[in-house]
């Protein structure tokens, strides 16, 4: 996975996974991967006042696209997938 962020899960219990975004070392939480029900796939909510290089972004855009697939594989019949609304 990455070598400056980490990801690790909540214990929620819900419908949807959580994460927790961490620095390299998993002192900060620099933001968040739940789902976003208007969009129906995981997104990223940075916190306030973090900055990201490139490097970084591409690992939260590829964990945010890799657990968005896992979900829709689980889910075959959500038919209500960015991929197939008009924007």
């Known amino acids: 996975m990455s070598v400056?962020?980490?990801?690790?899960?909540?214990?929620?219990?819900g419908?949807?996974?959580h994460w927790t975004v961490?620095?390299?070392?998993?002192?900060?939480?620099i933001g968040e991967?739940?789902?976003?029900?208007?969009?129906?796939l995981y997104a990223f909510?940075?916190?306030e006042g973090t900055a990201y290089e490139p490097q970084s972004l591409r690992d939260v855009a590829d964990f945010v696209e890799t657990k968005t697939s896992?979900?829709?594989?689980r889910?075959?019949?959500d038919?209500?997938?960015t991929s197939t609304r008009k924007r």
């Open 4 to 13: 400056w962020i980490k990801f690790r899960k909540w214990e929620s219990g």
């Open 15 to 17: 419908v949807t996974d």
């Open 22 to 29: 961490l620095s390299y070392d998993g002192s900060k939480a």
């Open 33 to 40: 991967v739940r789902w976003h029900p208007s969009w129906r």
């Open 45 to 47: 909510f940075p916190l």
């Open 70 to 73: 896992e979900w829709r594989t």
């Open 75 to 77: 889910h075959p019949d």
């Open 79 to 81: 038919k209500t997938s």
